[in-house]
């Protein structure tokens, strides 16, 4: 699959998205949008940067959402207009779809909402890109037919993305043998690393988060064969308004996709070789 000049999946290197959680503020989305360019161009790593103009699913109705649908949506245009990197943002409406696909590259569907039909038609029939969360309630071969309500609907453009299964109270597990699973539905794979480590509704009205194991994760899903890496990224991530348990600190972020390129590179020449 082509996204502008980054191509995702077909034994091409790993894609990385990357952002904070929610547009805090114009000036720390811009500040941090520049750095993971420049992070992600050092590294050699093609980037997708997302964000959320407003998280409608937080755990406590008091919570921070973000600056909202028009407002939400300038800043991410002005962050794709300026840094010219493609734009990945969620939305949970379908009225949000038409809107938020003239912005953004990639139209992401919450893993809560990922078997709304009216959501994955609509955001297929914007013609971007759909990338699909898998809901932490289903089985990776479940994905087939979310797939299917997009491609049904004129779009063939879809990407599967692995957040982790409910695994008892306030955890979640993820299975490494959902990365092949999906991949096998014809469509790219990415590892959303850091909702993979979140701890839902076990802190007292926020979620939690276990950070300190993204290294290993993200490792072991790169050696996997995903095609794509999400990560959430934060400059200071104890101080963010939305899921600061579970963000990779922006310092770790350049060593840690060295050490997930020199995966990728063995996991795809063995895969290389295998197919060869």
């Not at 008091?62 to 939400?72: A, I, M």
């Not at 938020?100 to 990639?106: C, E, F, L, Y």
């Not at 999906?182 to 701890?199: E, I, K, N, W, Y």
Request: net charge neutral.
């Amino acid at each position: 699959m082509k996204l502008a000049d980054i191509a995702i999946g077909g034994g091409s290197p790993f894609v990385l998205i990357a952002g904070p959680c929610v547009i805090e503020s114009e000036p720390q989305v811009t500040d941090l949008a520049g750095r993971l360019c420049d992070i992600a161009r050092r590294a050699r790593v093609p980037l997708v940067f997302k964000a959320s103009y407003d998280k409608a699913n937080r755990t406590s109705g008091g919570s921070f959402r973000g600056p909202g649908l028009d407002e939400g949506l300038r800043i991410l245009a002005s962050v794709k207009s300026r840094f010219h990197v493609p734009i990945l943002t969620d939305i949970h409406e379908p009225s949000h779809a038409r809107a938020a696909g003239d912005v953004a590259d990639v139209l992401q569907i919450p893993a809560f909402l990922s078997r709304q039909t009216d959501l994955l038609v609509a955001a297929a029939k914007t013609g971007r890109v759909v990338n699909i969360k898998k809901g932490q309630f289903l089985a990776p071969d479940d994905m087939k037919h979310a797939v299917a309500k997009v491609v049904g609907a004129g779009n063939p453009r879809v990407i599967v993305t692995e957040r982790g299964t409910s695994f008892g109270y306030h955890n979640l597990v993820v299975d490494m043998r959902a990365f092949p699973m999906m991949r096998a539905q014809g469509v790219p794979v990415v590892f959303d690393v850091t909702h993979s480590l979140q701890l839902p509704g076990a802190g007292e009205g926020v979620t939690s988060g276990q950070a300190e194991y993204i290294e290993p994760l993200a490792s072991a899903g790169v050696a996997a064969g995903v095609d794509g890496v999400f990560l959430e990224v934060h400059e200071e991530p104890a101080r963010a308004r939305s899921d600061a348990q579970n963000a990779l600190r922006l310092d770790r972020l350049e060593p840690l996709l060295q050490r997930l390129l020199a995966i990728d590179a063995i996991a795809k020449q063995a895969e290389a070789h295998q197919h060869g």
